[in-house]
């Protein structure tokens, strides 16, 4: 198994959680293992905000083209996650999960415009941020 596979693997396997806590809530449930289920989707949304920021930190290390710098950005991205988490509300806090995402979806775009990485990883991303959107949404509404 390549890198490249892994790392699609790896993005496919990252949203089973946004999934699996989604279809709970549209069932009703309101606890998983005595744990509150908006609280463990917003936990794992910030994880994977940071996660993916920290996949800028390496791009931009590896990468002296990149006009925007992405050490600041997703510094500013991966804080506003967090003071969001300690002080919004929670469908306030997954609207805001939901714009950092978009954002994040943004940089890669931007990233992806420069040449540092393929059509197919973009178009990867735009798939699967679609899904996760949708499912933060749900815990919003519902």
Known sequence: MNKKNLAYILICLGSIPFIFFAFLRMLSYEKFFHLDVNYIIAIYS????SFICGSHWGIFLTNN??????????NFLTISSFVGILFLIINY???LQILILIILLLIDFYIYRQSVTQKNYFYFRILITTLVVGCLIIPVII
């Not at 910030?46 to 905000?49: A, G, N, T, V």
């Not at 083209?65 to 997703?74: E, Q």
């Open 65 to 74: 083209t990149l006009k925007i710098n992405l050490f600041f950005l997703s």
């Open 93 to 95: 806090f997954f609207l």
């Open 46 to 49: 910030l994880s994977i905000i």
